[in-house]
């Protein structure tokens, strides 16, 4: 199993001609790159392998830059072009021509290099050449922690985000593959606790707190600034917590369906918009992923509808179900912590679907030794 993770070092330690070189290009880039999504925003694109010289030639007499850095421009307008047209596929009327804006290009080997320093004031040199104009310029970069980490634990690839403040790296990292054996869990995402599991604990109980704080704040202000970042950092740790457990498969509600219906879209309204909001929410999700993924944990989502209504011991759904923390079962009178309760309905839902059978637990429609089944 392959998974990417990407680095950003500073690109402060170049000199000031060297930022305004930089600058230039960015912006010479990004006027190729229009030109370029102008060129096929009516036509049928051709597909980026087949980008011949005369296409790249096209802006040739009207820039400084190189055919190197012309195609690059060139597959990146296609890029743009495609991401609108399928964002918008729904609602063709909204699509509306992208623009480059001149401040970040993803190069590859063709024209960028990463080469290591051979003193010791920096750790390494990003030399740019085939840019055009006979440029060529060497960023100096600073490695830091991260970068370190994934650079020992993975394999850099050649390509770099370049913008006029950062210069991004990506990594490759080979784990192997998913594990087997372990727990599974379904993970609730609320406001008294950042995690409800199925299995009945609940991890993060003082995200409320953090998220008061920074409310309490001005809008904007350095301390809001700073209590945002200790909210990263308390979801970090939750993080850490959740999956220290022996795990082999996550269950969450699906983020991505936020615009999809509106009876969907309810219950997730509530948690996230209300409290949590959905910046958090998203950066809580994004870091269990990634903490699945380094601990070949399966990370699977399901639609959120009824998950806080429904009884998963006898299937009834009604809304009076739930009073506030508590959940008890109008039908059949099963009770259990609101959370854990929705928890362990997302889990239910993965394990009876098509794809809950892959994981060796087939359970029946409606369980009743719920807790003995699955953990
Ligand atoms: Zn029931």
Redesign the pocket.
Known sequence: MKFKRSVKCSAKFATKHKKQQLKKILVEYGKVCNFFIEYFWNTEIPSKSKLLKNIVDLPKENTWLSAALRQIAAREAIDMIQAVKQRWKDKPNKIKMPIHKGKRMLVSSTVANLQPSKDSTFDAWLHLSSIGNKVIIDIPIKYHKQFNKWNTKGKRLNSYIITNDYIQFSFEIEVESKKTSGKMIGIDTGIKALASTSGGKQFGKDVGKHIEKIKRCKHGSKNQKSRRNGLKQYINETVKEVISEDIRLIVVEKLNNLNHKTKFKRRLNKNIRRSLGIWNYRYWLTRLKQATEINRISFRSVLPYYTSQR??????IERR?RKKEVFR??????SENADVNAATNILQRFLQGSYGILYGNCLPQQATNLKNLIY
């Open positions: 009884c998963p011991k006898c299937g009834h179900n079962c109008l039908k059949c009178d099963h």
